[in-house]
């Protein structure tokens, strides 16, 4: 069974937090003490909210699946997503818990050290009846597996069978494993088509230091594909056809908070463009790498047309960093 016409492009659902991060932070002032930093901004992030912001820059039509607290900071993410044109009708607001938040002293290398507040986001649950609503889309993209209390207890799972059953393509992220989140990916990597952890996840959970070997074990999980999230070396990918290695964009790097999310944006875009595995590959790869050059997680990216012609000027990093 497949959507016909559907209403969205892509629904990103899951982790949605509030960050507020300052730059550069050397070191933290002793007792009541005072330190200067060049700027300090407030913007929506998380492993769904990252990803989506960034795809609709881009400019693919887009909805999320989240749950905020009734609060300023659930205020402050419900209307920066609609004064960018994301559709919040899917969006969750509770008096149970506050918005999810994070403050991230930023290093001078671009750094993120967190400072995590959990809240709204462990509220977050989709009952059997409202998945047809979330599945009205192209694309789902499934972010903040290990920070999502409520789904994790095998809801996600559910929620992922049935966007497979319904023939939609499906992405899935995490955040923070931990040795119970294998346990957890077993129920969720049959309806995952491509699962896209940063490669320093990928290789705890699957307890290798060889990415051919963790990608292989996820795959015999039963995920379609996996794509690692490497940093300056860019990204690993693996497929039935083989694995190959896709190199990073240079950039002058000012924080590096959300460049994974960023990568999963772009990705998702890229697919529902048309573009072919290689090429969507490419439009991550080049969003992680301008969110790179700001601060926050959707900093950089301004719209298609300047992130292509980012593609085709800048350079890229030597393939010796592999």
Same mark, same amino acid.
Request: net charge negative; with cysteine; charged share 20%.
């Given at each position: ?19 507020? &991060?300052? *730059? ?26 990252? #990803?989506?912001?960034? &795809? #609709?820059?881009?400019?693919?039509? @887009? ?18 997503? *609609?004064?960018?044109?994301?559709? @919040?009708?899917?969006?969750? *607001? /509770?008096? &149970? ?26 509220? +977050? +649950? ?29 809801? $996600?799972?559910?929620? !992922? ?23 957890? !990916? ?28 963790? #990608? ?9 594909? @996996?794509?690692?999230? +490497?940093?300056?070396?860019? $990204?690993?990918?693996? =497929?039935?056809?083989?694995? +190959? ?11 590096? /908070? ?5 990568? @999963? ?5 890229? !697919?529902?463009?048309?573009?072919? !595995? ?14 790179? /050059? ?17 593609? *085709? =000027? ?9």
């Amino acid at each position: 069974m497949t959507v016909d016409n559907p209403r969205f492009d892509a629904v990103f659902a899951g982790l949605t937090i509030l960050d507020i &991060a300052g *730059r550069p932070v050397s070191s933290i002032p002793d007792g009541g003490g005072i330190a200067f930093v060049e700027e300090i901004r407030m913007n929506p992030a998380g492993t769904a909210s990252g #990803a989506l912001m960034n &795809a #609709a820059k881009l400019g693919i039509s @887009c909805a999320t699946s989240a749950c905020l607290g009734r609060d300023e900071k659930g205020d402050f993410i419900e209307n920066r997503y *609609r004064a960018m044109g994301i559709d @919040c009708s899917l969006l969750q *607001r /509770t008096g &149970a818990m506050a918005t999810s938040a994070t403050i991230l002293p930023i290093r001078p290398n671009g750094e993120r050290p967190a400072l995590h507040c959990r809240g709204a986001s462990d509220e +977050w +649950w989709l009952d059997e009846s409202e998945f047809d609503a979330l599945c009205d889309t192209r694309f789902l993209h499934h972010g903040g597996t290990g920070f999502l209390a409520k789904m994790d207890r095998g809801q $996600s799972a559910k929620l !992922l069978a049935h966007a497979k059953a319904r023939g939609l393509t499906v992405t899935l992220d995490l955040i923070g494993p931990n040795d119970e989140t294998l346990g957890q !990916l077993k129920d969720l990597m049959p309806h995952v088509d491509y699962f896209m952890p940063s490669m320093e996840e990928a290789l705890f959970i699957a307890g290798t230091a060889d990415p051919s070997d963790a #990608a292989a074990r996820f795959r015999d999980l039963g995920a379609t594909a @996996c794509i690692f999230k +490497w940093g300056e070396k860019g $990204s690993f990918i693996s =497929t039935a056809d083989g694995d +190959w290695r896709l190199p990073a964009f240079k950039v002058n790097v000012s924080d590096t /908070t959300g460049c994974g999310d960023a990568y @999963c944006g772009g990705f998702i875009a890229g !697919l529902s463009m048309g573009y072919d !595995l290689e090429e969507a590959c490419r439009l991550g790869t080049a969003v992680s790498g301008l969110v790179a /050059t700001g601060l926050g997680s959707d900093a950089g990216v301004v719209d298609l047309e300047s992130t292509l012609e980012f593609i *085709r =000027t800048a350079s890229i990093l030597d393939d010796d960093n592999g």
